[in-house]
């Protein structure tokens, strides 16, 4: 296996305020790596600058490309979505427009009406509400929704943050069957942040443990979830 | 009654030239969420452009293509070396931009072309439209001129993926770059698009006011109220906001003793201030509906 994404020695600013000190971590192609972390640890932090939406120093690397000083639009259009903290969608559009949207990088048009379709049949909810502005969906829908539109990019690697945030417990494991199954079927990398520690763990094969914007702890899934301390600190037993 | 008809007949002729403009108005307001103070005087410049072409000997039709494809470009231009720079500048030093390119583009055109009132063709003639003395045939022609305009942009919003960028790239500028969409450029092309259909406006507005560097001051509010009025998110509203505001103006400088011409600019802006007050998201503008 190959690292696909590669970062060393990020760090981060919100204007004089260093967020992140120097984070280095890597992500196998095809994998499904969580980082993990309490509130203000730098999660968010780290997805936003591997997306180029904060000011940061250090060297990030996607499939050997170096992502420094591309723009966002550009990073986008290597490959790489973004599912957003708040989801980011469009509430004003309808969710076809969400989903038109998703692909609008895309050079190849007609293929982008089948990818809807597939979109629908992973998410039979969104073909039901599929032309009611997406707004006026739940937050679950909305979070399908995101999912779904950063699909539509057909990505070689998905950022997700907190996609559990605000949603029912049954509803997130929904979302997560469906996350497991992107990552085996369409071979979508995935690198996921996630405050739902145990969920995340079950979920993914490789896991960081991120504390004040440094990496403290990385390992295997299982081996993560196995340790005394991240136990205590992250999982609550 | 009659003269109730007349007045109205009358309003909406001069309510085509409010309308041409506010579509303008609204272009710009989608693409960058503020109003452009400068829209006019871009609309006057441009019909100068297509004036000295025609008298350089260009045939009108001729003219005006290429003073839209002048226009579209300059627009752009403007955007790229004034307001991309400006980009995370606060409101009023927008205001200020807007202000500075009024008084340059009115300056540069006066220097020009003198203040001197000059005649503008229409392309559709001037003679009483199916034998009404209200309304023309250029001022019909001008309706037709905006429909169309109407449709064609209801069409590129709708159904293009241009149309649909543009519209993430207003709505939502970090979510539209986190699609792949360049939001930068998505602000030039509407400053490019908003500047072509002024430079429509103005052409047709021409041969009503005359042509002179002052010519769409008067408009230009006009144009705003009409945008207000229909709410400043909707290319149809602010069309109905713009005729709305000719039969308006039209009834209450008839009906309303002491109101004559003299008086009508500020009914403008009564308009506009009774709207934002009573129904700030005006008659057609967009209301977002939210989940409680």
């Given at each position: 296996?190959?690292?696909?994404?590669?970062?060393?020695?990020?760090?981060a600013?919100?204007?004089?305020v260093?967020?992140?000190?120097?984070?280095?971590?890597?992500?196998?192609?095809?994998?499904?790596?969580?980082?993990?972390?309490a509130?203000?640890?730098?999660?968010?932090?780290?997805?936003?600058?591997?997306?180029n939406?904060?000011?940061?120093?250090?060297?990030?690397?996607?499939?050997?490309?170096?992502?420094g000083?591309?723009?966002?639009?550009?990073?986008?259009?290597?490959?790489?979505?973004?599912?957003?903290?708040?989801?980011?969608?469009?509430?004003?559009?309808?969710?076809?427009?969400?989903?038109?949207?998703?692909?609008?990088?895309?050079?190849?048009?007609?293929?982008?009406?089948?990818?809807?379709?597939?979109?629908?049949?992973?998410?039979?909810?969104?073909?039901?509400?599929?032309?009611?502005?997406?707004?006026?969906?739940?937050?679950?829908?909305?979070?399908?929704?995101?999912?779904?539109?950063?699909?539509?990019?057909?990505?070689?690697?998905?950022l997700?943050?907190?996609?559990?945030?605000?949603?029912?417990?049954?509803?997130?494991?929904?979302?997560?069957?469906i996350?497991?199954?992107?990552?085996?079927?369409?071979?979508?990398?995935?690198?996921?942040v996630?405050?739902?520690?145990?969920?995340?763990?079950?979920?993914?094969?490789k896991a960081?443990?991120?504390?004040?914007?440094?990496?403290?702890?990385?390992?295997?899934?299982?081996?993560?979830?196995?340790n005394?301390?991240?136990?205590?600190?992250y999982?609550?037993? | 009654?009659?003269?109730?008809?007349?007045?109205?007949?009358?309003?909406?002729?001069?309510?085509?030239i409010?309308?041409?403009?506010?579509?303008?108005?609204?272009?710009?307001?989608?693409?960058?969420?503020?109003?452009?103070?400068?829209?006019?005087?871009?609309a006057?410049?441009?019909?100068?452009?297509?004036?000295q072409?025609?008298?350089?000997?260009?045939?009108?039709?001729?003219?005006?293509?290429?003073?839209?494809?002048?226009?579209?470009?300059?627009?752009?231009?403007?955007?790229?070396?004034?307001?991309?720079?400006?980009?995370?500048?606060?409101?009023?030093?927008?205001?200020?931009?807007?202000?500075?390119?009024?008084?340059?583009?009115?300056?540069?055109?006066?220097?020009?072309?003198?203040?001197?009132?000059?005649?503008?063709?229409?392309?559709?003639g001037?003679?009483?439209?199916?034998?009404?003395?209200?309304?023309?045939?250029?001022?019909?022609?001008?309706?037709?001129?905006?429909?169309?305009?109407?449709?064609?942009?209801?069409?590129?919003?709708?159904?293009?993926?241009?149309?649909?960028?543009?519209?993430?790239?207003?709505?939502?500028?970090?979510s539209?770059r986190?699609?792949?969409?360049?939001?930068?450029?998505?602000?030039?092309?509407?400053?490019?698009?908003?500047?072509?259909?002024?430079?429509?406006?103005?052409?047709?507005?021409?041969?009503?006011?005359?042509?002179?560097?002052?010519?769409?001051?008067?408009?230009?509010?006009?144009?705003?109220?009409?945008?207000?009025?229909?709410?400043?998110?909707?290319?149809?509203?602010?069309?109905?906001?713009g005729?709305?505001?000719?039969?308006?103006?039209?009834?209450?400088?008839?009906?309303?003793?002491?109101?004559?011409?003299?008086?009508?600019?500020?009914?403008?802006?009564?308009?506009?201030?009774?709207?934002?007050?009573?129904?700030?998201n005006?008659?057609?503008g967009?209301?977002?509906?939210?989940?409680?």
């Amino acid at each position: 296996m190959t690292a696909m994404l590669h970062v060393k020695d990020l760090r981060a600013y919100y204007g004089q305020v260093q967020a992140l000190h120097g984070l280095e971590f890597e992500l196998q192609e095809g994998s499904l790596t969580t980082l993990l972390g309490a509130n203000g640890a730098g999660k968010t932090t780290t997805l936003r600058s591997i997306c180029n939406m904060i000011r940061s120093t250090g060297s990030i690397e996607f499939e050997g490309k170096k992502l420094g000083n591309r723009s966002t639009e550009s990073i986008v259009r290597l490959g790489i979505a973004h599912v957003p903290q708040g989801r980011g969608t469009f509430t004003t559009m309808t969710v076809e427009e969400n989903l038109q949207l998703g692909a609008i990088s895309r050079k190849d048009t007609k293929a982008i009406g089948d990818d809807i379709e597939r979109m629908y049949a992973h998410f039979p909810v969104l073909k039901q509400r599929h032309t009611q502005q997406a707004g006026t969906l739940s937050g679950g829908e909305q979070q399908m929704l995101a999912v779904a539109r950063a699909l539509m990019l057909r990505p070689r690697l998905m950022l997700l943050d907190e996609p559990s945030f605000g949603l029912a417990p049954l509803i997130v494991r929904d979302l997560f069957k469906i996350l497991g199954k992107i990552n085996r079927e369409d071979k979508v990398s995935i690198l996921v942040v996630e405050q739902n520690a145990q969920l995340a763990l079950e979920l993914a094969d490789k896991a960081y443990v991120i504390e004040t914007g440094r990496i403290v702890m990385s390992g295997t899934a299982d081996e993560i979830a196995n340790n005394e301390d991240v136990r205590k600190s992250y999982l609550g037993y | 009654m009659e003269l109730f008809t007349n007045q109205v007949l009358a309003g909406i002729a001069t309510g085509a030239i409010y309308a041409c403009m506010a579509l303008a108005v609204v272009m710009i307001y989608q693409a960058i969420d503020h109003l452009n103070f400068a829209q006019g005087e871009m609309a006057m410049f441009s019909t100068f452009v297509a004036w000295q072409m025609m008298q350089w000997g260009m045939p009108y039709w001729g003219a005006f293509a290429l003073t839209l494809v002048f226009s579209f470009v300059g627009g752009i231009v403007i955007e790229r070396a004034l307001f991309k720079p400006l980009a995370n500048a606060p409101v009023l030093t927008h205001v200020a931009g807007f202000i500075a390119l009024f008084a340059i583009i009115n300056s540069v055109a006066g220097l020009t072309w003198d203040f001197t009132i000059k005649q503008f063709p229409s392309p559709f003639g001037s003679s009483p439209f199916l034998g009404s003395q209200l309304i023309s045939t250029h001022q019909a022609g001008m309706i037709g001129v905006t429909l169309i305009l109407l449709v064609l942009l209801f069409i590129f919003f709708r159904y293009t993926r241009v149309g649909l960028a543009m519209r993430a790239a207003a709505t939502l500028p970090e979510s539209a770059r986190l699609v792949g969409i360049n939001t930068s450029w998505m602000i030039a092309l509407g400053w490019g698009m908003a500047a072509a259909i002024g430079s429509i406006a103005g052409m047709l507005i021409a041969p009503v006011v005359f042509l002179e560097p002052n010519m769409m001051g008067g408009v230009l509010i006009y144009g705003f109220a009409a945008a207000v009025v229909g709410g400043l998110t909707s290319p149809l509203g602010a069309v109905i906001g713009g005729f709305l505001v000719g039969i308006f103006e039209n009834l209450v400088g008839t009906y309303i003793p002491g109101v004559g011409n003299e008086l009508k600019l500020p009914i403008a802006l009564a308009l506009i201030i009774t709207v934002l007050v009573v129904k700030p998201n005006g008659l057609f503008g967009r209301t977002i509906v939210k989940r409680v």
